[in-house]
Every structure is written in C-alpha cells, then in structure tokens.
C-alpha cells in the first residue's frame, strides 16, 4: 500500500473553492467539488491505486471543511468503485488505466458503419410496449407529471411552428431539443458531447435498433448482460445479430478474457449507471477495462442510461461515455420514465468521428414524426420545468423505494432484496423452488404487474428465480397492502421455506 501525507494530498487535491460554479452559473458543491478532483486524480495515476486516503476527519480539518463533506465524498466514490474502504482503511482500487494512444485515435476515427450501409435503406420500424397495475416496473407516477403545464408548452409550441416545417424537418430531430439535451446530459450525467452529436429517435427501443443497423451486419456479434432488458434482446435478434449473454455481478457485466479471446463482440450492451433488472453498478475498474478492451478490437460499446436521473444515494454515478477521452461509447436513453411513456422521444449520442457518416445515413432509415413534441420538450427543458419536475420525482421516488424496501424486509432477508439506489425498481431473490413466473401470473390476475426475474436470463436455472418490482407508479399507501398479496402469493407457491427463514410472515 502507498501512503501519502496530508499535505502530499492537498497539493494533488487542492483545495477547494466555497464560490465555485458550474458551467451554467449553478453553484458546485464541496462534496462535489471533492469528488471530481479526487476522481480525476485517480484517473491520471496522481493517487495510483492501493494508495490509503487520509482519513476523513484529519482531510476534513486540512481542507478547511465539514467531515460530512469529505465523508460524503467517500462514499460517492466508494459507490462508483474508485475507492475500497475495508479494515486496512480507504484506499485507490486496483484500475487499468491506459493513456490514449494516437494509434488507437486514429483507429477509431477510422471506424466506419456497418458494410450493410452500402446498399441497405431499410426503414426501422418501433416496438410498443404497454402499461399496467400496481408495482409495475419502469412505470413513472403519471399523477405526478405537471399535465397542465405540458399542454400548455404544446399550445405555444404549435403557435410557434412555421408552415414550411410542416413538409420539412431535420432527420436529426429539432436542433433545439438536441441543444437542451446536450446542455442536460453534460451537466447531470457528465456526458461530453455537442448538439450536433445528438440524434432523436422514438424511443430507447428505436435507438437500440438504430445503433444495431448503422454498426454491425447480419451474425455479427453482440455481447448482452445476463440478466438482460428483454427490450435490447428483441432489437438485436430482429436485426439478425449473434446474441452472447455475459454475466453480471455485483459489479456489473463480468466479461472475461476468454470472452475476448472465444467471443469477441462487434456490440456490447450495458446499463452501468443501474443495471437492468439487478441494479448492479458497473465499477470504474471494470468500466476503464471494457473501454480499453473495445478500442483495442473496434468494439461499440451501448451504454443505456434508462434511468440515470433518478438516484436515491449520493449523487448520481456519471456516464460512462465521459470517462474516457476518444471512448468508443453510444449513449442512449429516453423520456419515457423522465416525462411519461407515449411521449415516445429518445435519443443517442455517436462519437464525433461518427457524425458525419451518420448524418449522411440516417435520413435513409430514420423517420421521426413527433416533430411539435420535440418542439414542445426543448421549451419545456430550457424553461426550467424539466429540472424542477425531475426534482419532485426524485423525492417521491426516493419515499416509495424507502417504504418498498422495508416492507419487503418485513419477510424477506435483506440479502434478498437487490437494487435500491436508484431508478423506480427493485428485485427479490427468491429460493429455488419457486416459480417466479406463476408469482407474476396470480399477482396480475390481481391487478400487481411485477415481472419474473427469470425472464431476463438467457438460460434459466432454478437459482435465477425471484421478482423485479417497481415502486413508480404505485402510492405509497398501497405499497403496504400490494406487498402481502405478493407474500401469500409466494407462500402458496412454497411454504416451506417461510419456517426457515429468520423473518416471520405473521408480523
């Protein structure tokens, strides 16, 4: 292990600046402050790894700050997998940091769209997916959702829409909505990216397609985690793709060197910032290593942001795809959980050596209609009235995930219940023996829409049982009564297991 001295960490760290902003004159936090600077150090090799950080309250007093500030900043970085803090105190974790070679710049600005763009100029087509009852998972609470005001922007949005945009539009999407989108993406989700980056789609789903068609050809290869958002599977199958499921862990996808050695993959698919449906945060050591490791092959890398905005702990992990200089990441997401599900607007943001390539082949397959919603959205961002909405969900959603998870814990072992920092969902391990699937089918005929973990597995077994449930679209006071109905559906399943456990079911 290294050790540095106090005042060694001061010169690295610096200190820190109490009128500090952002870039768009928002006031940056100490916390925050500290994290980034620690962050970044970390990443240069400033504090190489094993190197033991100086003890919160003795940083604390050097800093001129609170110990909370630092021990906040701890625990962000503990959360992103930058730190471990066991008995030998709280140190730099083992990362694979690699500098960007020219070479590899050069390869990747190199990279071109699939072969099959040369003649194929098929049109996308969607995949809708629907709604449903209490608990339902990636559902948002639509009662919440400021309708009024909404309408109200579409109003002065069709006000002021020019005749000639009637017959003409961008096939990018509306330039405007692209502007706010990068101007939020840099500053929630530390994404490094320009409008002219951006490409609005109908939806994560579309997005998904898209990013299979402009990169990779018929039985290519596409690496998904395992367990995986049924979603993304379906978009690559359409689309003729090799699927190779890779496991996931408590750090997020697993991928082995023998999975580059046996499988290597022309697309990876991952949801880092909150996997789908474990809620497994992808490390930082794990993320820098698959980068490196696709920039070395010219591998895509699809990182799906679906629910980065809404964390319940700390603050928001960033994106992956502003990690790295010259990372071979597309970033997706949509508004679907952020606004409501029909609003049907996505996006994704292509490396600047793609743009030009996709500019020119987009319009070929690309056809978004929704052109006065996008319109309607980049009002509704720059105005403020997303942020503020985001802000009330986050508490609404941070209550209902509290109240979920110690009802769950009410008869279930806390190891039982995954996920829970983020996002509108959680998920319950069950034991072998019962069938996950039959829970979901009698909790719907009950008007409770969770879904079976072992649905998002590749291959099944009995150990991948258990239950993905979402706490968005469900009031708190339901919360209560939508868990005991799940319990007695489960206890009829197998009782067996309810008189070993150490939570009772008659509490």
């Known amino acids: 292990m290294i050790f540095f001295s106090t005042t060694k960490m001061i010169d690295i760290v610096g200190l820190l600046d109490p009128q500090a902003k952002t870039s768009t004159g928002k006031k940056l936090s100490l916390h925050r402050q500290l994290v980034e600077r620690l962050s970044n150090a970390i990443l240069s090799g400033r504090l190489p790894s094993n190197t033991v950080l100086t003890p919160s309250r003795t940083f604390a007093v050097q800093l001129g700050v609170s110990r909370n500030t630092v021990v906040l900043a701890y625990e962000q970085l503990a959360a992103e997998g930058y730190i471990i803090a066991d008995q030998h105190g709280t140190r730099v974790a083992e990362l694979r940091l690699h500098k960007s070679s020219l070479n590899q710049s050069a390869m990747l600005a190199e990279t071109k769209l699939a072969e099959r763009w040369n003649d ?135 991928a082995t060197t023998e999975h580059w050695f046996n499988q290597r993959p022309k697309l990876i698919f991952t949801s880092p910032a909150h996997q789908y449906p474990t809620g497994a945060v992808l490390s930082v050591a794990r993320r820098l290593a698959l980068i490196e490791a696709a920039k070395n092959v010219g591998t895509w890398i699809i990182e799906d942001d679906y629910d980065g905005d809404f964390r ?115 998920t319950l391990r069950l034991p072998s023996g019962v069938d996950d699937r039959s829970v979901a089918q009698q909790a719907l005929s009950q008007g409770i829409s969770i879904d079976p973990l072992s649905s998002f597995y590749e291959q099944p077994t009995a150990n991948n049982c258990g239950l993905v449930i979402g706490y968005g679209n469900t009031p708190r006071a339901r919360i209560p009564s939508a868990v005991g109905i799940l319990v007695e559906i489960i206890k009829r399943e197998n009782d067996s297991w309810f008189g070993l456990s150490a939570c009772a079911i008659d509490k």
């Not at 909404?150 to 096939?171: I, N, Q, S």
């Open 120 to 254: 194929d100029k098929a049109i996308i087509q969607t995949q809708p997916r629907g709604t449903t009852g209490l608990l339902a998972p990636g559902v948002p609470s639509l009662k919440d959702f400021p309708l009024a005001k909404w309408k109200r922007t579409l109003e002065r949005a069709v006000k002021l829409l020019h005749p000639f945009a009637l017959v003409t539009k961008d096939p990018l999407g509306e330039f405007s909505l692209r502007q706010a989108i990068a101007t939020h993406l840099h500053i929630a989700r530390g994404v490094q990216c320009e409008a002219e980056q951006i490409v609005i789609t109908e939806g994560a789903q579309h997005a998904l397609t898209l990013c299979a068609r402009l990169l990779a050809n018929p039985n290519d290869t596409v690496w998904v985690e395992d367990p995986c958002y049924s979603g993304a599977k379906s978009a690559f199958s359409d689309e003729q793709l090799s699927i190779i499921p890779i496991p996931v862990d408590n750090e997020g996808l697993a």
């Open 312 to 426: 319940h702990t700390g603050t928001p992990i960033s994106s992956m795809q502003g990690l790295a200089e010259h990372s071979p990441v597309i970033y997706i997401g949509s508004f679907s959980k952020t606004m409501f599900p029909t609003i049907r607007i996505g996006f994704m943001v292509v490396p600047k050596t793609l743009v030009s390539q996709v500019t020119r082949v987009v319009p070929q397959i690309l056809q978004v209609s929704n052109q006065l919603q996008q319109i309607a959205l980049a009002e509704f961002m720059t105005s403020g009235e997303f942020g503020r909405h985001l802000g009330r969900m986050r508490r609404i959603y941070r209550e209902r995930q509290k109240i979920l998870k110690t009802e769950l814990t009410r008869y279930f072992p806390d190891d039982w219940v995954l996920g829970g920092t983020a996002g509108m969902h959680l």
